[in-house]
């Protein structure tokens, strides 16, 4: 990774984004770079849930930690359903799924260049 500031900025919110997720127990957290793959972001970072409401639970702790950082989210589209959430923080995008729908969207492979995802280990 690069280490211009919007890079450093940009990393850490991955960190923290990571950690957030994790403290509700989100699964198979990956970081995917998609900086020069893509102009929407930097990176997607992708994580499971067991069931809406525990996909919902991501969200809102991602949500009120972020804002507590001062991160408010551009936007955010998904958290009726629950089966998929995505939160734009403009560098970053977080797609939290539920663990049968990220099946079907795969975007861990889709993305997936050989070397731009990385396995988040807390």
Known sequence: MAKNNQSVNSEGTVRNIC???SEKSA???KIIEI???SDIADYFVVCSGR???QVKAIFDNLEEK???LGKFALR???????????VDYGDV?????????????SLDTLWDNGRNVVNYED
Not at 76 to 86: D, L, P
Not at 93 to 105: A, L, S
């Open 93 to 105: 995008i977080v797609h939290i799924f539920h663990k049968d729908t990220r099946e079907i969207y």
């Open 51 to 53: 069931s809406a409401p």
């Open 19 to 21: 950690e957030f997720l």
């Open 76 to 86: 955010k589209e998904g958290m009726t359903e629950g089966r998929w959430i995505a």
């Open 66 to 68: 972020m804002e507590l």
């Open 35 to 37: 900086k020069g793959m």
């Open 27 to 29: 699964l198979d957290i």
